[in-house]
Structures are given as structure tokens and as C-alpha cells.
């Protein structure tokens, strides 16, 4: 067990932060939550209505809590994963403040001062930055958007298909969201998937069990970072065969990444003109952690100088929930629990030689 009078400060409430919450209590930890919207449970309520989760219920809960024992086989939506979410904060016995905003993270003797919106701030042992990525959207600027007149947003900004009714929608993306999202569309509207490559479709059921099962089985799902970066080399998508199925049927279409936008809308890589009436990109994320700049913890373009979660600038920082962070589920609710079991361990480790460090400081003084 470690002791400290001083708490871990971990930014962000929702999986990651929770699953950190949890290791740390069992690392013998002081934590404190520091959420910024009104409940601990992250970026789930901003994602679009119909979101259903790739991974089955027994495949998607954080250590110490099962998603649904009654289906575990089923797929959870959107907001049972918000629930879930609620019912795992409410069991931690921790300090989970919400409402309160982060915006800077800065060096001081033994530790960190943890500065809020409010004008708040806390001194802290270590610092786990769990704050994700939803907040900050890779959105993509091309030749000609600045005067495109139609819609233009990024997926994190889309919530149903309604609003688009009759209209020409392209998506931009190759992934899981991108053709679900392009599958819903399709209904209501005259829907282009815009790609750089053909959708590698990946079959969600193998032998009549899903995928994950396999992963689990197999130990793939724990594959580093170096071994996945060689064997996957494009984003793929999970189908039962409805995707590929309604992209044969011609329900939605995909064309290779169009070039630029003209006023009215874009031109496509064969030098085709379209009007379109909206754009969505499903261009990914972004870690969310400007309010490391301070610390001088990142390198150009807001991405954590990190290996394996563990900063390599700075003791006592760690990360979790970045994507291939250690494994392929690493910022996923079934793989953030082992990587908070370990980038703990290696904060509780920092913190005790720090506190070492001072203890031979002061005698030295004497």
C-alpha cells in the first residue's frame, strides 16, 4: 500500500477516469475525480442517438462491475453505456467532483498544482490525465471549404438523421462510425461515403461467436502497440453483413476521397462535380490535453510525450484512455481497466521516490 497526504488528481470522469479511480484506490491512493460536465460519464451522452456499441455486454464493462448479466451477448446502446457508466461512479468510494474544469496542470516542489475554471487549485502528488479525446475532433481543412456554402461538421456533431431528410449527404471516414452513420442516413437521404480506400469489412460473428470472443481468446485484444501498427494497416469496420450488404444494394455509395469543395459542393477525385447539401466528417479525434501545455508535457501538435501511458517528461504523470495506448482495446471500456491497473502502479512507484527524494533533501538540511 502507498501512502500520500497529498491526492492523485485525475482529470476527466468518464471510463478512463473511473477505471483510474478504482486502481488507485486499490494502489492504496488518495483520488480525486475532476469531471468537467454536470456527471462522471465522460463524452457518452454527446455521441450520436443511435450509437450501438461493436462489442458485445460482457465484452464492455470496467473492472469490478458487469455491464448486464441477464443479455451478455447483446449489444448495448448509447445509453446504457451512460447508465452503466452512473451506476460504476455511484459504487467508488472516491472524491469525484463534477463541474469543475481543468485548464492547467503546472510543476511545483514534490508535486503539481492542478489549476480549475473557477479559480480553484490543488496541490497534488501525481496527476493522471484521463480526459480522452471527444473533446477535441479532428476535423480536416480542404482547397475551397472556407466558401462552401452547405454544412459542414464533424461526426461528434451529429446526433439523428431527421434533419436530413432529402438532402445529398456525403461522410467522410472509413471507420465503424462512419458507416453506421452512413447507414442511417441512407433512409432519409442520398448518401455518398467518401473514402481513400475500399472499406475493409471485418465479420462481427466468427464460428457463431463474436469477434471479441476471439480477441479475448486468442490474446489478440492485449497485441502491443509496435505489432498492431504492422498488422493493421487501414481502418476496418465490424459487419454482421448488413453494412456490406446495403453498400452492394446500392443503399449508400462510397467514391474514392473527393479533392477539393467548390461553393456549392465538392469535386471528386476523378474531377466529377457534385452539389452537395451537407459533409460529415467521421475523421477521428484528438487527445484532449491542452491543459498540459503549462507543463510543457507535449510535443508539437498537442500530443503527450508518453510510452506505454507513463509521461517520459515528467514524474507522476501518467495517461490513459489514448488510442493503441498499450493495446488494440486500450481506450475502450474493456481494455482501459488493465491499462489503469498499470500506469498506477508506475504513479504510486513515481510518487514514493519522490517522496524518498524529499526525505533525504530535509535530513540533508539539518
Known sequence: MTKSSEPVIIVGGGQSGLAAARAALEAGLRPVVLEASAEAVGSWPGYYDSLTLFSPARYSALPGLAFDDTEPDRYPIRDEVVGYLRRYAAGIDADIRTGVRVTAVRHRPGGYLVQTSDGEEFAAAGVVAATGSFGNPHLPVLTGQDAYTGEVRHVAHYRRP???????????????????????????????????????????????????????????DRLPRAVLLRLIRHAAVLDTGVYRDALARGLFTRRDMFTAFTPDGVIWADGAVERVDAVIFATGYRPHLDYLAPLGALAPGGMPRQVRGISTTHPALVYLGLEFQRSFASNTLRGVGRDATHVVAALAAAMSRGRSRLRRRASAAR
Not at 458507416?179 to 448518401?191: D, F, G, M, R, Y
Not at 461515403?193 to 475500399?198: K, V
Open 162 to 220: 431527421e434533419p436530413y431528410a432529402g438532402k445529398r449527404v456525403v461522410v467522410v471516414g472509413a471507420g465503424n462510425s462512419a458507416v453506421q452513420v452512413a447507414h442511417e442516413l441512407a433512409s432519409w437521404a442520398t448518401v455518398t461515403l467518401a473514402t481513400r480506400a475500399p472499406i475493409q469489412f471485418v465479420p462481427q460473428r466468427i464460428g457463431g461467436r463474436d469477434l471479441h470472443h476471439w480477441l479475448h481468446l486468442t490474446g489478440a
